[in-house]
Each structure stands twice: as C-alpha cells, then as structure tokens.
C-alpha cells in the first residue's frame, strides 16, 4: 500500500519551504504527497486518543487555486506524487476534521510573531501534542532545502532511540541511501551500546546496514553534532525516560534545532518504527 505524507499548506515563505522538503522526501522514499489547502485558521486532527487543535497564521491562507497551483508546480518540479486532501467532516462550519490515517506528517509551520522567531518553530506545544498522541514520525523542516543524501540517527540508548534505528533502517533501504549514526559516549563504550542494539534484535542489521558510526567522546553535545553532514536527513527519537515537555524544552531537541540546519524526522512515543 502506497505511504501518505500529510502536509499542511502555507502560503508564506517559511511554507513554501516546507513544501519543498516535504516533496523531496516523498520523492525519495517513493510516498504519495497528501497536502490539505486550508480554508479557515485551524482544524482538528482526530488521533486514537486524543484530538489535537492546529492553530494557523492568517497568513497561511490563500485563494485556493492559486495555491493549488503553486503546490502542482513546486511538487512537479521535485518529481513527487501528489494528492489533495479535502475535509469531508466538519466539527463545526469553520473547523474541519483530519483524520490521522496517514504514514508521515510534515510539522505545521509556527504561528504567531514568537513562533516565527523560534528557530523553525521546533518547539512549539502543537508539535508536542502531535508528537504525544500521533502512530506516525514527524518531518521537521530544515532551515533551508538541502537534498539528503544519507540518512543519520542520533543514538544515545533508549527504547526511543532503539526505535529511531528501526525507522533510520527502514528509510534508508527505501530511499537507498547509506545510513550513518552518532552517539555521544557519555561515559559508556562502543561496545555496550552494541548490547543495546543485540537486545532489541538489531545487532545483525546495524553491522550490516550502518556505513559509518560517528561516536563522540566530546564533553558538550553541540560539539558532537559538528559531525553531522550537511547533506543527512536526520533521525530523532523523543527519548522515554523524560516526558514530552522535558524533551522539547530541554537541552537535547533544543540544541539540534540551534545548530543544525538539517530536516529532522521525529519518532514520538507512539510512532511507527518501520515504514
């Protein structure tokens, strides 16, 4: 069954970015693009457990086919698939209902003057909602379209970052490319994180699949993620010994999203593992 990305169009430069990354990685990972035009300023998204409200800028709308055609030719222009998502259920007359039926989701671009300040929007309590309930990884768009040419997983040993490997593995066979992971050593060696691997019945496929281990014995994690390439789609897991908040607020997702410029794919607590 063909894999679906749902990718909430805005019509701002910020947008349009995420827009060309979302169809990169359709492209890629041979998936159907799915973008939803939106008419009014927010929507539910219906999760199995919970119904999260997005929240959009007034100046994400636009004339509807002046969009559309915007989002042909942009997804033309990257070879993508595409497809368009019309609401056929309302809550009420202004607030359309999404379901959460799909394989990817591109994060919704920020709102207000603040969360168009933060750096790309990464943190934002939307994110951590969707993040909490949704079956699915979360794209993250890069500062700026950089084709990926490798796929890198940010290993550091949980079962959340056990389940970032799968995801990575997964990907990486997908859109061949090589995968590659950086671990910060944080006092522990090579080979009790390979333990983690063998506990979780991966040790057979990382020896096989992982082209390059970057593990760093730096004492500042920023430091670490100097060694990750400019041209790598990076994979995050939201680690399970901390909450959600705690994940988004302290200091790991928050310094990724300072330094790198990269497209980010977070594996919340419920996500998908293998695509």
Known sequence: MEKRLLHIHCQTPQGLEGLRQAAYFCRRIRALLTVYLPLSD????YFENDV?????????????EAARDQVETLASQAGAKLDFF????????????IPADFDFMCSPPPTGRRGRQTARGRTGHQIQRILRAARYPLLVPGAFH??????????GGSANAVAACRLGLSLARQARVPLEMLTQAEGGTRDEYR???????????????????????????????????????????????????EF???????TVCAVLPNSLILAGPRGATEI
């Open 248 to 254: 988004f607020h302290g200091s790991k997702l928050k």
């Open 52 to 64: 999260v409200q997005i929240d959009l800028d007034g100046g994400c709308l636009a004339p509807v």
């Open 146 to 155: 950089t084709p990926w040419q490798r796929i890198l997983v940010l290993f």
């Open 42 to 45: 927010k929507f539910l998204v």
């Open 86 to 97: 019309v609401p056929r259920h309302f809550t009420s007359a202004s607030l359309p209902d």
């Open 195 to 245: 333990e983690k691997w063998k506990a979780a019945g991966l040790a057979g496929a990382l020896e096989d699949g992982l082209q390059q281990w970057h593990f760093s014995h730096a004492r500042r994690f920023e430091e670490s993620l100097g060694a990750v390439p400019a041209d790598a789609l990076v994979i995050m897991g939201a680690f399970d010994h901390i909450s959600i908040r």
